[in-house]
């Protein structure tokens, strides 16, 4: 009886209110009203594979957008100045990867509190946008993040993976390039249930993605030129 009752409560805290506002898309943007696509990369910084897809966005002058684990922010902190001083978008993504279906509120509201609090100290800038760690929300996620816009996706690629990295990953970042498209992307594989080589295998797929794009003329944005 007392299974029963866990189950159902966490049912209602934490499984329902994530399919109620995913499927009636209550205050989160899935696709974008522009001529142009928003890529988004989930999880770091991360020492290795951030640096390295900074150069690549900056060889191609492609501005993108960065949901960070604030933990990492403070363990990195240039890579989050580095990301800011060449124009690129900076949200949040907890300051632990923790699903928000396991956090009291008290513990979801120090996650973005602390999170945004360390994007500021490294970029002084105002923090606009949030995306919860696996696209998780519990009961009390709109109205703790009401000061933020929630960021989903309408492409997920399962990056994190090796396998699709090396086999598919570019074929359907290829067959990606209708206007209004958020992309999501990951650029650390510290993660659970990611490869932790899996973003060398990303960066590949990624590079080729851009360079056919950007000669196309494909126009890509950052989420800071989106107008919500």
């Not at 142009?36 to 594979?49: H, K, L, M, Q, R």
């Not at 699903?99 to 509190?113: E, G, T």
């Amino acid at each position: 009886m007392s299974f029963i009752l866990l189950f159902s409560l966490f049912l209602m805290y934490a499984i329902l209110p994530t399919i109620i506002i995913r499927v009636n898309g209550w205050r989160i943007t899935k696709r974008i009203n522009e001529a142009a696509i928003a890529i988004t990369f989930d999880d770091g910084p991360n020492p290795e594979y951030t640096p390295l897809l900074l150069d690549l966005l900056k060889k191609y002058g492609v501005k993108a957008s960065f949901f960070v684990v604030g933990s990492k922010v403070k363990a990195y902190p240039d890579i989050i100045k580095r990301m800011s001083q060449e124009g690129h978008t900076i949200g949040i993504h907890h300051y632990d990867h923790i699903s928000s279906w396991i956090v009291s509120p008290f513990q979801l509201n120090k996650q973005l509190q602390m999170t945004e609090q360390a994007i500021q100290e490294c970029t002084n800038e105002r923090v606009d946008f949030y995306r919860p760690p696996w696209g998780h929300f519990n009961i009390f996620s709109l109205l703790l993040s009401k000061r933020y816009k929630i960021i989903m996706w309408s492409h997920i690629f399962g990056d994190w993976k090796v396998a699709k990295g090396k086999n598919g990953l570019l074929n359907q970042l290829l067959q990606t390039t209708e206007a209004g498209s958020v992309l999501l992307l990951h650029d650390c594989g510290e993660t659970l249930g990611a490869d932790r080589l899996a973003p060398s295998y990303m960066l590949k797929s990624l590079e080729i993605y851009l360079q056919e794009n950007v000669n196309k003329g494909t126009k890509f944005i950052t989420l800071k030129e989106v107008n919500f």
